[in-house]
């Protein structure tokens, strides 16, 4: 499966889409068009069976995603803030039941930053380079990068990056904890795949609770995250999947999953 949106190119290969912003010419810049083609890829994905994990990355090799589209900066309002479509896209990526993976080739910048935050991990090339530069248009990474940023590097890391703006390069991106790994640029999509065939390779529904139960844990208390994680066991406890993960693993052969 090939899809040709008008800023995307979505490509299915054994259960992993590839999920490509293709604006190569401006960077990859994520456009009121570019959001309307993500929201309609990940309906399209999330109805799709036979998809079990997505990959994001940027066309062209410059960038992931090098942020938002400026010229139309200058027309934006305090209306255009209150409805805040970029932050809500990135929370439906970031809520999206199927493993999401950042495959972060050059720049990932400002919303390319904040799209590479949403997703479950990131792997960056060693070109990748991250920011959120926005105060210096004196304005804030308002589409998640201030509570994201904070939560996945520490306050003291989320106050230097935002606050000076600064570019930082994918081994100091990876030391802060902003990433997983880092890869060669010829490898990168190639491990990126690797990782979601090796998740896709796991019980579907284990790996769509453990999300949930990971990113609900993530917004309350521990105790609170302990009592969601025992419910969604209990449900795991029950289900064909655990037999046939269980029996499998007994008789040395492959587990058939079946459980979405």
Same mark, same amino acid.
């Given at each position: +499966?090939?899809?040709?949106?008008?800023? =995307?190119?979505?490509?299915?290969?054994?259960?992993?889409?590839?999920?490509?912003?293709?604006?190569?010419?401006?960077?990859?810049? &994520?456009?009121?068009?570019?959001?309307?083609?993500? %929201?309609?890829?990940?309906? $399209?994905?999330?109805?799709?069976?036979?998809? /079990?994990?997505?990959?994001? #990355?940027?066309?062209?090799? /410059?960038?992931?995603?090098?942020?938002?589209? &400026?010229?139309? =900066? %200058?027309?934006? #309002?305090? $209306?255009?803030?209150?409805?805040?479509? +970029?932050? %809500?896209?990135?929370?439906?990526?970031?809520?999206?039941?199927?493993?999401?993976?950042?495959?972060?080739?050059?720049?990932?910048?400002?919303?390319?930053?904040?799209?590479? +935050?949403?997703?479950?991990?990131?792997?960056?090339?060693?070109?990748?380079?991250?920011?959120?530069?926005?105060?210096?248009?004196?304005?804030?990474?308002?589409?998640?990068? #201030? $509570?994201?940023?904070? %939560?996945?590097?520490?306050?003291?890391?989320?106050?230097?990056?935002?606050?000076?703006?600064? &570019?930082?390069?994918?081994?100091?991106?990876?030391? +802060?904890?902003?990433?997983?790994?880092?890869?060669?640029?010829?490898?990168?999509?190639?491990?990126?795949?690797?990782?979601?065939? #090796?998740?896709?390779?796991?019980?579907?529904?284990?790996?769509?609770?453990?999300?949930?139960?990971?990113?609900?844990?993530?917004?309350?208390? $521990?105790?609170?995250? =302990?009592?969601?994680?025992?419910?969604?066991?209990?449900?795991?406890?029950?289900?064909?999947?655990?037999?046939?993960?269980?029996?499998?693993?007994?008789?040395?052969?492959?587990?058939?999953?079946?459980?979405?």
């Amino acid at each position: +499966m090939r899809s040709t949106y008008e800023t =995307l190119i979505v490509e299915d290969n054994d259960g992993v889409a590839l999920v490509t912003v293709n604006r190569p010419a401006v960077r990859n810049a &994520i456009s009121q068009e570019v959001q309307a083609d993500l %929201r309609s890829a990940l309906a $399209q994905l999330h109805d799709d069976a036979e998809v /079990r994990a997505v990959v994001f #990355t940027g066309a062209g090799g /410059r960038a992931f995603v090098a942020g938002a589209d &400026i010229q139309r =900066l %200058r027309d934006y #309002t305090k $209306q255009t803030a209150l409805q805040s479509r +970029m932050q %809500r896209l990135f929370d439906d990526i970031e809520a999206f039941e199927k493993p999401t993976i950042a495959a972060v080739n050059g720049f990932a910048l400002g919303g390319g930053c904040e799209l590479a +935050m949403a997703c479950d991990i990131r792997i960056a090339a060693q070109s990748a380079r991250f920011g959120l530069p926005e105060t210096g248009l004196a304005i804030l990474p308002g589409a998640g990068g #201030t $509570q994201r940023l904070t %939560r996945l590097v520490g306050l003291g890391q989320a106050f230097d990056m935002i606050l000076t703006g600064r &570019i930082v390069s994918a081994s100091e991106a990876l030391s +802060m904890g902003l990433v997983s790994r880092v890869v060669g640029d010829d490898d990168l999509l190639a491990v990126a795949h690797e990782v979601a065939t #090796t998740i896709s390779a796991k019980g579907p529904l284990a790996v769509r609770l453990a999300k949930l139960v990971m990113r609900t844990g993530a917004d309350v208390d $521990q105790r609170s995250g =302990l009592v969601v994680e025992r419910l969604a066991q209990a449900l795991l406890y029950e289900s064909e999947d655990k037999r046939e993960g269980v029996e499998a693993f007994l008789s040395k052969r492959s587990p058939t999953f079946t459980e979405k």
